[in-house]
């Protein structure tokens, strides 16, 4: 590759050109044989039409064909990752930027942090008020965390070091709430 | 045959059960059961202490004395199951002080059972034991001994404090908020906090992951040739003095957070436009690998004890 070709190459749809005029019109040429082709369906007659409708009735049949597998591919693929319907599951290769909107939109993640939390009153209830205390006060630490995390996130998307440390937050979350559960059935248990 | 082989084990329980009411004598409980060498001994109790100690001797030993609240204390053994619970005279949980007496109690087991302590505010104390422990407990304090085997501990306010002699074992750890201490270990740590202080000190050091939120991180020791170690909090502190035996490979990263180091290194800028700096490089042989990552704590490193 030269220096020129580097400097030309295209990286983006963006540089390519807007619009192309060709070198003449290539109108008379289309009419034409758009005529021509009236004129020889006219020739073959009848039956010559049936045969031309069936040929096209084939390839329409083989396009919707195509088209049903593609769907059927797709929705076997979303349904079979986690967080379907997420940024995750749009795409083979997720980026950074759509990692943690993949946790925190998985149904599954979704409906076991809303059973933890809706556990969490009775649960901190059960604790000695000490830890109670301090439990709600790390909770507020994490959801602060989180917060900041996010914010941050916001003005840099595609930090992977935030990325990183706001998925392990959400999983810390995560942790303090069975840990929680765990310490709470252990209060019972004994 | 095969329901005499089911049931064998269900009437030894119920044979060697000692489940004694709390009234031996008055506030006291004493009982001594036979107990395999490398069997499993399983310990709760509410609050007040639990002391565990290992012996000699193929047998698990209850002392206890027993504050108003206690129903009684149960030390039944099934095979290579040793339970002892001190079951609370109300079935509802009450935490809050009453005025009694606090139970305190002491258990004796043969040195190479594994232990598994689960407390909810008693303070519990292992010392001696040479199996893996399993220490659990909700607002009460650990503190344990480090024996070869390793150990699970877990806490939700209550602090942990191990202490080792050096010799190598797996250690997996975590608390919301209760501080983490570990002296003189060695080998693998895995610990996780949320506002928890951790400070651990591993010579040598094998693997070590250690994360917390918004409490700070100190670590002391020496990495073996081809050790990890990864060290990520939010906002807090991390600070690591890592020793190594053939070099280590660095990479530090913090959004806001500020990176020293004791080698004279400068972090530079993460990107030319966004925020964040990074020290990255090599000393000696670069054998360790160590990752430190923060948002808005400060690192510091330093490749010296």
Redesign the interface.
Known sequence: MTERDAKDSVTTLRDLPQGIEPGRDLWPQIEAQIAGRGGAVRALGPAGAARRNGAAARVYLAAAAMVACVAVGVWIGRSGLPGAGSPLAQGSRPSAATRHTAWVTDPRYQREHRELMRALGTQLA??????RA??M??LA??RQ?KQ??ES?LG??P??A??Q??LV??YQ?EM??LT??RE?SD????? | MYMTHRLLPAAVALIASATVWAGDSPGTFEREVPAPARGVVQISSTNGTVDVSAWDRAAVSVKAELAADVDRVEVTNSGDHTVVRVIQRHSGMSFSNSGHEETHLRVQVPKDSEVDVSTVSANANSTGVLGAQRLKSVSGDITADIGPADIEAKSVSGSLKLRGKGQAAKLHISTVSGDLELKHAAGDLEATTVSGEVTAELDPAHSVRLRSTSGDIHFEGRLTRGADFDGQTVSGDLKVRAGFEDGLTFEAASVTGDISDCFNAAAERASEYGPGHKLNGTRGGGSAHVRLKTMSGEIDLCDRK
């Open positions: 059960s604790l000695p008020p000490a830890s301090k439990v006060a790390s630490t994490i965390a900041e995390l941050a003005k840099d595609g930090n070091l935030l990183e440390l392990n937050t810390d942790r303090v840990d929680v310490a252990a209060g019972r248990g004994i």
